[in-house]
């Protein structure tokens, strides 16, 4: 029996979904992202989501081409999946699989423990993102609510 899908509602906050970031470089984006996170649950560390999110970048890049990224790791004293939605005012390099720069990024914090969890919810996001026509209203949002509104709108079956 395949594990209950976990909503991306109820892993991302209004707060944590970001329009238009200007981001210079690939370690530049995960310090906003490190720092957005630990500002919206102050009982994480800014320090480890950054070092953990640029552990997890070196083992292989999460880029997964057409211009999408899905950073994430795992992180001690997490006590619940943390996701973030950021398009970027500019795309990066960002090592992706296809060599194409990444413009849009959903990050995942996950517990320490939440293998299966993990697995599935990238797997949910890979398919998610895999759809062209999705991300290019993604893309095309102006604002955070919007953009918000969007990605929970699109697990309405």
Same mark, same amino acid.
């Given at each position: 029996?395949?594990?209950?899908?976990?909503?991306? !509602?109820?892993?991302?906050?209004?707060?944590?979904?970001?329009?238009?970031? $200007?981001? $210079?470089?690939?370690?530049?984006? #995960?310090?906003?992202?490190?720092?957005?996170?630990?500002? @919206?649950?102050?009982?994480?560390? &800014?320090? @480890?989501?950054?070092?953990?999110?640029?552990?997890?970048? +070196?083992?292989?890049?999460?880029?997964?081409?057409?211009?999408?990224?899905?950073?994430?790791?795992? #992180? !001690?004293?997490? @006590? +619940?999946?943390?996701?973030?939605?950021?398009?970027?005012?500019?795309?990066?390099?960002?090592?992706?699989?296809?060599? !194409?720069?990444?413009? =849009?990024?959903?990050? #995942?914090?996950?517990? &320490? @423990?939440?293998?299966?969890?993990? #697995?599935?919810?990238?797997?949910?996001?890979?398919?998610?993102?895999?759809?062209?026509?999705?991300?290019?209203?993604? +893309?095309?949002?102006?604002?955070? !609510? $919007?953009?918000?509104? =969007?990605?929970?709108?699109?697990?309405?079956?």
């Amino acid at each position: 029996m395949p594990a209950t899908a976990i909503s991306i !509602e109820s892993i991302l906050a209004p707060e944590l979904t970001l329009c238009g970031v $200007t981001g $210079t470089s690939k370690k530049r984006v #995960l310090e906003i992202i490190a720092a957005k996170v630990a500002r @919206q649950y102050p009982e994480l560390d &800014q320090n @480890q989501i950054f070092n953990n999110l640029v552990a997890r970048e +070196r083992l292989g890049s999460t880029g997964i081409g057409q211009g999408i990224a899905i950073p994430h790791c795992r #992180l !001690e004293n997490c @006590q +619940r999946v943390v996701g973030a939605l950021i398009t970027l005012d500019e795309s990066i390099s960002f090592d992706a699989i296809d060599g !194409e720069p990444v413009d =849009l990024l959903f990050v #995942l914090i996950v517990p &320490q @423990q939440a293998t299966s969890e993990h #697995l599935e919810l990238l797997s949910q996001l890979a398919e998610k993102f895999n759809e062209r026509s999705f991300c290019d209203r993604l +893309r095309a949002c102006n604002d955070a !609510e $919007t953009l918000y509104q =969007l990605i929970i709108a699109s697990e309405t079956p």
